[in-house]
């Protein structure tokens, strides 16, 4: 029997989650110059994502320093419609990571999809 008294909670389609992502990474692409790539990998990329698959995102960013954790605190990660796991790497971060023999590497190379930037004036969409 159904409850008239209780939430009901809907997952977002992964469609809808792309489109909010890509608008995302519009928006940190004006207000951060130094983010070069937004990519996807994960159940997202590989267009495996369900009810409850979170968003795994690879940040770009020629200006990023420090630890992990510290570099996380600079991206409104909030703000995304899913729980999200980021990495931020600088471009030859990501370089010697794709050239390594990490499980990381490994599943970036196989799975990494990158968000289109937007063309410049023209339309922003996935």
């Known amino acids: 029997m159904r409850s008239l008294t209780q939430s009901v ?3 977002p389609r992964p469609e809808q989650v792309l489109q909010e992502v890509q ?3 519009d928006v940190q692409r004006r207000q951060r110059p130094s ?5 996807l990998f994960g ?3 590989r267009g495996t994502a369900s009810v409850g698959s979170d968003l795994d995102l690879l940040l770009i960013d020629a200006a990023a320093a420090g630890p992990q954790h510290q570099r ?3 991206w409104p990660l909030a703000s995304l419609p899913l729980s999200c796991d980021a990495l931020i790497l600088t471009p030859a971060e990501l370089q010697a990571l794709l ?3 990490s499980r990381m ?7 990494l999809r990158w968000l289109p930037s937007p063309a410049p004036g023209g339309p922003q969409a996935l």
Request: glycine share 12%; no cysteine.
């Open 72 to 74: 996380l605190q600079y």
């Open 9 to 11: 909670l809907r997952w």
């Open 35 to 39: 983010l070069q790539r937004v990519g």
């Open 43 to 45: 159940s997202y990329a």
């Open 23 to 25: 608008a995302w990474a």
């Open 99 to 101: 050239s390594g023999d």
């Open 105 to 111: 590497g490994h599943e970036l190379q196989r799975d």
